[in-house]
């Protein structure tokens, strides 16, 4: 079972049909025992840190995260999350990723929107396939830096963390759900983990 996690945030529908449209089976849940048993989960988002921290933390779902030995990927916000503080709301967030979020610097134009293909790759699990060619579709105004965690960067005027991994958890940037065949292959690629 791949538990996609409902915690305030939009774009989690986008995620189930994804996973649905390529024969998988995923639940929408806030449920810490249902996350805690499924086989994957996935942290989705469209939304802003503060806010989705604080439902976290409401729902004691922030510890519930952290403890997951099973293969777990936050996509864009959910990412974000997985660091230890966005400057989005001054929000401290999990640290599972000891990196900070930032806001794209003055002159950038926000959000960065649209389709970018990669300027490093990795070899990872989850990018297995991935050329750096490949386009994939981003929505945010907030990135982590290039750092240790990191197996993809993008550059949009400032190169920064399109995919990072540490142990279990893995997180994209981009939403794999909404980018074509290669974000197909890589929810595919994390599926098979």
Known sequence: ?????????????????????????AVITSDPEVISIADKVIIPGVGEARSAMKHLKERGLDRVIVSLKQPVLGICLGLQLMCKYSE???TKCLGIFDT?????????????MGWNDFVSLDK????????????????HSYY????????????YGIEFSAAMRCDNFFG????PEKSAAPGSLILENFIGL
Do not use: W
Request: with cysteine; glycine share 8%; proline share 4%.
């Open 1 to 25: 079972m791949i538990a996609v996690l409902q915690y305030n945030s939009g774009n989690i529908m986008s995620v189930k049909v994804a996973l649905e449209r390529l024969g998988h089976r």
């Open 88 to 90: 989005e709301g001054d």
């Open 172 to 175: 994209t940037q981009f939403h």
């Open 124 to 139: 990872d699990p989850i990018l297995k396939g991935i050329n750096l060619s490949d386009d994939v579709y981003y929505v």
């Open 100 to 112: 900070s979020v930032k806001r794209f610097p003055d002159g950038a134009r926000v959000p960065h």
């Open 144 to 155: 982590a830096g290039v750092n240790e965690y990191t197996t993809a960067v993008c550059d």
